[in-house]
């Protein structure tokens, strides 16, 4: 988009200009790009990024002014010098991760992440050009049909020209991360219509990167944005694991040198490079007198005044146009002021000795009043007693599902002190916490296909958050159970209530049978068949299977001792649930299952009958 000179600040500072061309210049719709880049760029910190030290977007010739950073981009390092070693590659996913964390913080999507756009500095990584860059709020500076971003490290919803968000950056940062590694980005290399193909619809390649980048990196570079971590989630969760990697010390080999060698305060020492030929010469084009870039620039052609950029001080008039600035007379009856009279030569009015003594208590007092006031009013604002409150967290989604266990992660405070630990509710109630740092939990022992309700509650110096929105989870059904309960299991019934009392039953009676199971099928999810006794009786069903439940209904005769003489048939009805399951070779073997029977027995209508009707309800469960 231009050409970048180096340049000196009239206190020694090393800095570079960035003088747009002219024929990109004339574009409107590029001066609205480059207007939005030196707005972003003063958004983010100088710790991460190039500080923005002065601009002219309005200018014939659009000039940005960034402080220097003595290190070659990671595209020019990795060409000349080869991929980066591991222990770099470590260090640069640290400086990366928080820069872009940096970035996002202040409301900005850099939206062209790429290895030209970082730069390799002795204390750590800047991202620098936001030339395509927007806020998180705007709509995209493009045209309809227009894309605009690198092939092979855009991400596929910009690639596919949707609206990309902060995970396209963190997308952006897998691809950097692989290149840096490799050499080669995650996708290859190419044509851009290929490289564009594969970045939507090929697996990424992760050869080469060092192992504690792999799963992270393979979860920045998922199509589903909402599948990668935050950069701040990246950062906590590789700090974690690795804490040696945001050393910056040393972090570049010795292969790798400064972009220069630092020069001393002459400009003699500058390198020598051709100015910018077509410099603007009018007032609003020269970069302000404070800095004075242009001219430390040492060249060995036309001086920086005949180059056109010697600046241009502006004086503005103290009075209005039109008014004279010589002082009127004071009306009359007015007191003259004593400035005015010492303007005009005359003897200055002594006011009386008490009067002035007065004033000077008034205004002491006036004084020790506002300094008063002003300690309480900024006691009050700043309230170092108050702790800032706890920001509850966001964006709960899932992560992975088995038959017994669900995982999902979240986002931590965007601004603010981060939480000591995260407590972790399921259904309402406790289930474990994690430190502050790591914002992903996953909840093993749970029953195959179970359904439930998760919220994260952060916690800092015994204070909490509210409570998340809720993420319903469910784990897997067991996908291949021709047998789930094959088998004989002895079982335990409790008699639950009873619809009237019996003298030889009560609730809380307990006893024990044996009960057999049979699949209907050889392979996949079936029914079973059920046999065994209930109390001494015998009886036999058919349970149909809904996910990990099964159910059935059975007839049974003299199943119950309140009858007629002869035979009553009472109604079975039995729902039992897996609770656990383990693999066995081709299929899943319950270990344990839990459930109800209610037996309904019919009234008798006869006069010789012992009892009226009943009706059981027992838990039952596998011993």
């Not at 839990?594 to 596998?622: E, H, L, W």
Request: aromatic share 6%.
């Amino acid at each position: 988009m231009g050409q970048v000179f180096l340049g000196r600040s009239p206190g020694g500072w090393l800095v570079a200009v960035k003088v747009i061309r002219a024929e990109m210049a004339a574009d409107p719709e590029f001066r609205a790009r480059f207007v939005r880049e030196v707005v972003a760029a003063r958004k983010v910190s100088g710790l991460f990024t190039a500080a923005v030290v002065d601009a002219n977007p309005e200018a014939r010739l659009p000039w940005l002014v960034t402080g220097f950073v003595n290190g070659p981009s990671l595209a020019q390092a990795v060409d000349e010098h080869g991929p980066l070693p591991a222990s770099s590659v470590l260090a640069l996913a640290a400086g990366l991760a928080e820069g872009l964390g940096a970035v996002h913080a202040a409301g900005v999507v850099h939206r062209d992440l790429k290895p030209s756009n970082v730069l390799l500095a002795a204390d750590g990584p800047r991202v620098i050009d936001f030339g395509i860059s927007r806020a998180a709020d705007k709509t995209a500076l493009t045209s309809a049909g227009m894309m605009i971003g690198s092939p092979g490290f855009m991400s596929p919803e910009q690639a596919d020209g949707r609206v990309v968000g902060p995970a396209s950056d963190v997308f952006g940062l897998g691809a950097v991360l692989v290149f840096a590694a490799t050499g080669t980005g995650p996708f290859g290399e190419g044509p851009p219509s290929a490289q564009l193909y594969r970045v939507i619809h090929v697996t990424p390649s992760l050869d080469g990167l060092p192992s504690p980048l792999v799963s992270l990196v393979g979860r920045c570079l998922a199509k589903d944005p909402g599948q990668r971590p935050t950069a701040a989630q990246f950062l906590a969760e590789f700090r974690a694991a690795n804490p040696p990697a945001a050393d910056l010390a040393d972090w570049l080999p010795a292969s790798i040198p400064p972009l220069i060698s630092m020069p001393s305060a002459s400009a003699d020492h500058l390198p020598e490079q051709a100015p910018p030929v077509s410099a603007p010469s009018e007032t609003t084009a020269s970069p302000p007198a404070a800095l004075a870039v242009p001219p430390a620039v040492v060249t060995p052609g036309p001086s920086a005044s005949e180059a056109g950029w010697t600046p241009t001080l502006t004086a503005f008039a103290q009075d209005r146009p039109g008014r004279d600035s010589a002082a009127a007379p004071p009306p009359p009856g007015r007191a003259e002021p004593a400035s005015t009279a010492r303007a005009r030569g005359e003897p200055e009015p002594s006011p009386p000795v008490a009067a002035r003594k007065r004033r000077r208590r008034l205004a002491a007092l006036a004084v020790a009043v506002v300094v008063i006031l002003g300690t309480v009013i900024g006691v009050l604002t700043a309230a170092p007693w108050k702790k800032p409150p706890v920001l509850r967290p966001t964006g709960l989604v899932a992560d992975t599902s088995t038959v017994n266990s669900v995982a999902f992660r979240w986002s931590g405070p965007a601004e603010g002190p981060a939480p000591d630990r995260y407590e972790i509710l399921r259904d309402g109630r406790r289930v474990g916490s994690v430190p502050g740092n790591i914002t992903f939990y996953q909840d093993k022992g749970l029953a195959p296909a179970s359904s439930h309700q998760f919220q994260v509650v952060a916690v800092r110096d015994r204070m909490t958050s509210r409570r998340s929105a809720a993420l319903m989870i469910s784990t897997v059904t067991p996908p291949v159970s021709a047998a789930i309960l094959d088998g004989s299991w002895d079982t335990t019934e409790t008699i639950m209530s009873l619809s009237h009392s019996e003298p030889w039953a009560k609730a809380g009676d307990k006893w024990s049978d044996s009960w057999s199971f049979t699949p209907h099928c050889s392979s996949g999810p079936c029914d079973v068949g059920l046999a065994g006794t209930l109390d001494g009786y015998d009886f036999t069903a058919s349970l149909s299977r809904d996910g990990a439940a099964y159910s059935g209904t059975a007839h049974m005769s003299n199943i119950s001792r309140c009858r007629k003489d002869g035979d009553t048939r009472d109604t079975v009805h039995i729902s039992i649930k897996v609770q656990d399951a383990g693999a066995s070779i081709q299929r899943w073997v319950a270990q344990s299952w839990s459930g109800s029977v209610i037996i309904t027995q019919p009234r008798v209508d006869y006069t010789d009958i012992y009892c009226y009707a009943s009706t059981f309800k027992m838990n039952i469960g596998s011993q």
